[in-house]
């Protein structure tokens, strides 16, 4: 019946009508994302971080400007014999150093207490009169720790950073991975004109305060299975040095650091350990050996500080009459230690920690070790550019050492380099510098409104899985 009829569509007003319809929900995802992209705007200027167990190295960097090199502060709480207390860069107003006393927030490389590294941070970033102060929320944060550390530990930074601090956005990497993006060639006196990537590959051996690690890179990347480490750093040759000196000398327990001070201005690596320890033997009972007697160049005479005039020890020549007129009850102004074997037995722990009972292979032995973690495909890029930074390579010789002692465990076709830069302390701080401004930051960073929305675990993932295996 023509009342059922179902009236007749018009084909062009209904493509019409679907056009638009598409055309419009298009745009509003459009928009959508448009919007979703936009998001807060990325900050102009990065704060870098290389929070290790004896300094902060810290710096900042931006666009149009950023700091040549890195401060340095030391990332302690001290109390002097008269308990006033010093916090961080405060340590540089300190005149006696004698019976210092050190709370430290960094122990075996890792941040384990915050409340004392909140208060060294705030003093030195956040405080009104702070040295470096900066706005977090307008700050980008990128923070160094090393390898192997505990995922509750790197969760606790990753909360307070966020919660804590506020910063606008983060990382959080390996320090000796940093080291890749500096001119590495320029280490070995082959400067390259541009750094556009990581190095491609390298042997990185960082010697600090805490622990020694060894970390072949590829392409800006850590081969996990392949990193070692050693747990021998300056502060345990400090405390050997200081038990030697007690044994032999005086009673220095109470004097880390000027036992410190001593121990960077006296050690050195022996490049013939055997020679140096008959050189420096006194003999039998009785006996008198010339070599000890003239000291045979490796005697030094240290002389210690008296926190009146002279607030800093002073290195001397070894004067052989000095012990005979002691003995003769001529009575001296200076309190003078005389320095033999200790000068090349202390350095000789990274080398063969044995010596000790340290049940851990030195450090040519771990780098043997690590490269047999690694496909031998690139052991002769790795041989070939082995880096080492840290307070402990300053040592004189030990560069020299290192070479030997590798090249004696490796075939001989294998080129052996061993390079040290030439600040090896801040080395990790340029490398982190130039790491901001690549485009890998803002690939691997965190924004404040990605922590919130997906969680502290979801970050943690983030940055274990780095840059994954695409460049």
Known sequence: ????????????????????????????????????????VPPSITLVLDNGADTIKAGFVSDDKSDDKPRIIPNCLARDRHRKIYVGSELEKCKDFSEMAFRRPVEKGF?????????????????????????????RLILTEQPNS?????THCDQIVFEEYGFASYYRGLGPVFNAYRD???IFRTPQSTIDSPAEVIL???????????????????????????????????NYLTRLLSVRHFDMRNEPYIVNEMKEAVCYTSLDFKGDLEKTWKGTRGEKREDYLSGAGIAK?????????????????????????????????????????????????????????????GIPDLVKQSLSAVPIGLWPGLL????????????????QRLQTEILKRFPD???????????????????????????????LEVTKQEYEEHGAAWVARKFAAGLGLDS
């Open 1 to 40: 019946p023509s009342s059922r009829q179902q009236p007749r569509r018009d084909s062009s007003t209904h493509f019409k009508f679907q056009q638009g319809w598409v055309t419009a929900v298009m745009a509003g995802r459009g928009g959508a994302r448009k919007s979703r992209a936009a998001g807060p």
């Open 111 to 139: 941040i384990v207490n915050w409340e004392a590294q909140k208060e060294i941070w705030d003093r030195e970033f956040f405080d009104d009169k702070a040295p470096q102060k900066c706005d977090p929320s307008e700050t």
């Open 150 to 154: 505990l995922p509750s530990l790197q």
């Open 184 to 186: 590495i060639q320029s």
């Open 204 to 238: 990185l051996i960082d010697s600090g305060y805490s622990h020694t690690t060894v970390t072949p890179i590829l392409q800006g990347r850590p081969l996990h299975p392949a990193i070692r480490r050693l747990d021998v750093g300056g502060k345990l040759m400090t």
């Open 301 to 361: 005479d240290y002389v210690l500080p008296d926190s009146h005039t002279r607030f800093h020890g002073l290195v001397r020549d070894y004067e052989p009459g000095l012990s005979a007129r002691a003995r003769k009850g001529i009575v001296s102004t200076e309190d003078v230690l005389t320095l033999r074997n200790e000068r090349f037995v202390v350095p000789e722990l990274l080398f063969n920690p044995s010596d000790i009972g340290i049940r851990q292979p």
């Open 384 to 399: 070939a550019n082995i880096v080492v930074v840290g307070g402990n390579s300053l040592s004189e010789g030990f560069c």
């Open 413 to 443: 076709e294998c080129r052996v380099r061993v390079a040290r830069p030439e600040d090896p302390i801040t080395s990790t701080w340029l490398g982190a510098a130039n790491f901001a401004k690549h485009d890998h930051a803002s690939r």
